[in-house]
């Protein structure tokens, strides 16, 4: 018998002002991605952007439906933007915002398990990490420095 164990380590930046610019910009990015949301069912307005080993920046947005399931997270579109327009290049990091006017406090959110899934597959085949950057409504940031410190036994086809 043996004990596995996986440590987490999860950096909180008190605001924004100590990350270097191109993190800073990749969250404006997202902050701007909010705007583009459709999220008239829940109010709440998730962006997502993610810049490619190339510097490209990508945006998602949270798309809702009447038929409630048929939506999607703002990171899925994002990745599936990137995995159809980008195929092939490297995502280096992905900053997650949110807004919502019911919820002026919204905390820093993880990705669902469904997005992790998706994102932990993107890195594995890739075989590099991609860097994570989370804001609620203000500060802080919250920074993982891969998808496999929020789903760190991500189910795997590929045998990574
Ligand atoms: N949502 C995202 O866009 N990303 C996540 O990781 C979690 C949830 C969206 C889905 C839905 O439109 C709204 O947030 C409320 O759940």
Do not use: W
Request: aromatic share 6%; net charge negative; hydrophobic share 40%.
């Amino acid at each position: 018998m043996k004990e596995i164990n996986r440590y987490i380590r999860l950096i909180e930046h008190d605001n924004d002002s100590q990350l270097a610019p191109e993190v800073r910009a990749l969250l404006a990015s997202a902050i701007d991605a909010t705007q583009l949301s459709y999220a008239p069912y829940s109010d709440f307005h998730v962006g997502a952007a993610i810049r490619l080993e190339d510097g490209t920046v990508l945006l998602g947005c949270n798309q809702e439906n009447a038929a409630f399931p048929s939506g999607l997270c703002a990171e899925r579109v994002a990745f599936f933007a990137a995995g159809v327009q980008h195929k092939g290049k490297r995502i280096d990091a992905l900053a997650i915002t949110i807004r919502s006017a019911s919820k002026a406090d919204a905390q820093p959110a993880a990705p669902c398990g469904g997005c992790l899934q998706v994102m932990s597959d993107v890195e594995k085949r890739q075989g590099s990490p991609i860097r994570i950057y989370l804001q609620g409504n203000s500060a802080p940031v919250i920074e993982a420095e891969s998808v496999s410190s929020f789903l760190p036994f991500g189910f795997s086809l590929v045998g990574k």
